[in-house]
């Protein structure tokens, strides 16, 4: 009877002892699910990054010509008639939706239909989008710029594309000598503008 005893209480030692580790292994295995998850959700979150590796950008076949490299598509005009061009100021471009300076010969423009003809978004988007591409630029960024990231730059960016209300093409050309060239376009159901900056030397 004593040994009968002895045995039932070993058996339930060796129930609770197994009870105990498997609630042990469930706790360590929940508690490592938690931990797997969130840098997934903070790196979901960071998705505004100004890294930006211009050795992926290709260099052009093409003889691209001189500053500013595009020419009007021919349904479009300038505003007042034409551009303002400069041969060096400080511009900043949105990439990845951060914006970086870039400095040197600098072009800006506001763009609008023809007298006598309907604007038209899709027109001016796709005929320039050919021009840049065609001197053998590619797109690097199609969205819209971040209020907080907007409001760093206030009073610097200018009035010639409105980050605000609209999204922004940007794309990079580069030249044979390495030279990169940012031309960035915003439209909207009226008119639109274009900005044309080259990363250059002061001279």
């Known amino acids: 009877m004593k040994k009968l005893f002895l045995c039932a209480l070993t058996m339930a030692l060796l129930v609770a002892c197994n009870k105990d580790k498997k609630s042990e292994t469930k706790t ?3 508690s490592t699910t938690v931990v797997t998850e969130t840098p997934a959700a903070e790196k ?3 998705t505004a990054s100004s890294d930006f590796d211009s050795a992926t ?3 052009t076949t093409k003889d691209v010509g001189d ?3 595009v020419t009007l598509p021919e349904r479009l005009e300038y505003m007042n008639g034409k551009g303002e061009q400069k041969i060096y100021d400080e511009t900043f471009v949105p990439l990845n939706g951060v914006f970086v300076s870039v400095k040197g010969p600098v072009f800006n423009a ?3 239909v023809k007298e006598e003809q309907p604007w038209s978004q899709a027109y001016a988007k796709d ?3 050919k021009k840049i591409t065609d001197l053998g630029a590619v797109r690097i960024f199609d969205d819209k710029i971040k209020k907080a990231e907007l409001d760093k730059y206030d009073g610097k960016l ?5 980050y605000w209300n609209n999204p922004v093409q940007v794309y990079a050309l580069k030249k044979k000598d390495g030279t990169i060239v940012y031309f960035q376009l915003v439209t909207n159901s009226a008119s639109g503008g274009i900005r044309i900056a080259e990363a250059g030397e002061l001279k």
């Open 57 to 59: 950008i290709p260099v």
């Open 67 to 69: 500053f500013p490299y």
């Open 28 to 30: 360590v295995t929940d």
């Open 158 to 162: 200018g009035s010639t594309l409105d």
């Open 127 to 129: 005929s320039y989008a």
């Open 44 to 46: 979901k979150a960071d």
């Open 110 to 112: 506001g763009l609008q």
